[in-house]
């Protein structure tokens, strides 16, 4: 067992400040166990939101020392020994308390994007896909919705672009429905202007801070910046299009 | 969403703010280092004009001999060149050098890679410097949609760069031959590992993974769409290494023209079969 310093942001959307606490760590705890412990203690009134403690429901995502990471799944052993350990709210949403942010804006943007538009069923009833079709769209639905990868991109935390990019969760939300092999809708114009692919300059943080190891940027981001290039950049799909109608 | 004020959630406003403990200022500051030694070196060794041959061995960066002039030390003679000897109509004010006819199209290449912008946006553009750290401030930020609408057009620079490989393939073949003997020596294997590098990097092009097989929503519909699905799976290994080779086949571009150079100038000496 061994104290540890920590240093959480305390206050509401008006202000507020660091407060210092300590507790006593044991083996195998992670930063939420010291949250807890930390709300026994001494801070009954600490706000934090979590729920499944087992790294699937997205709820208690924070910054912990500077990195947008989920308190349950972040180990205090992971965390140098010596240092006070800074908690604070995800940077790019509105602060409720304490460490509880309003991520209502990101069920916003989902509602924007048109949903599955499937193609007719086959003769005998049924909608059938191949392994290989979906197995690329499967990668996107391990998204917990933590919004870990929303906060630390900066187009939305530094940038002020909350308005006209729909950040990473939903581009790749996007993928997942433009290579679904049953879909027919066509979003490709509304990815490049309302929910502005170009805006995105890849940085790829969103993949480095991703608890589901999603690769975001390269099979998500990426994929479906070149179809936006298909569409709208590339002179020689343009001739084809125009004058072969492919 | 709304913005925040300055004390709401600890952060404070200004460029590079981060309360990360971390030295996550390491890899852009070796990205920087990186990118700006390759860019030194290389233009320098595109301005010299000279010692970018010896024997069969030819640098990567004069790579198609496109016109030379045979009296350069350390050139190439007038049966190398595509087109033959150098043009009159070259600016005097430019120097002649074969360099400079062809490291436009893979510094395009380059530039417009998807993993090179993350690593200049970094290093050099600090939008941002590191994850969770502030960007660089701008006033009214665009992205890639208006000045830098350009890197979209990163396939063309693509159809270049895969021109390329086959050139500098044909390059490490001759480099197996000299004087119609075939024979090995130290360059043939430093100019065969550069093309080797050269193609993991560019077949493992995000753009490439596109247009192979990315673009399709339906691997299993029919046999080119399942030709392509094989393509696009082995695309795909290489593309996830792209960091990887970038870094190696940028390193190894360089390596090979100081190994050309210096053998050149007879600074090192080239073991070899044929003995000299």
Redesign the interface.
Known sequence: MAKRQFKIWRGNKNGGEFANYQTEIEPGMVVLDAIHSIQAESAGDLAVRWNCKAGKCGSCSMEINGKPRLSCMTRMNSLPANETVTLQPLKTFPVIKDLVTDVSWNYRQKEKIQPLKPKPRDADGNYRMMQEDVDRIQEFRKCIECFLCQDVCHVLRDQDQANNFVGPRFMIYLASLEMHPLDTADRIPTIRKEFGSGLCNITRCCTEVCPEHINITDNGIIPLKERVVDRFYDPVMWVKRKFFGV | ?????I?????SKGFSQ?????RWWIGPLLTFLGFSSFIVYSTWAALQGNHYFYGSYLSPFYSPLLFVDPSVTGGASLEHAWFGGWPSWWPSFVPASPAFLVLAFPGAFRFTC?YY??AY??AFAF??PG??V??L??KN?????FL??FQ????YALYFALFFIIILFSDAVQAFFRDGKLGIGVGSIVLLLNATFLSCYTLGC??F??LVG??L????CDATSSTR?GLWKRVTLL??N?MLFAWISLFWVGFSDVYVRLVSMGIWHDLSTWGN
Not at chain 2, 7 to 11: E, F, I, L, R, S
Not at chain 2, 18 to 22: E, F, I, K, Q
Not at chain 2, 152 to 155: E, V
């Open positions: 969403m709304t913005t925040q004020e004390a709401v959630g600890g952060y981060t309360h990360r403990t971390d998807y912008r993350k946006y970094r939008t941002p994850c969770a502030t960007a401030p701008q930020y665009k992205g890639e949609t830098l609408l979209n057009l990163h396939r995000h753009s993974r596109h990315g673009k929503d339906c691997f299993s699905y593309n996830e792209h």
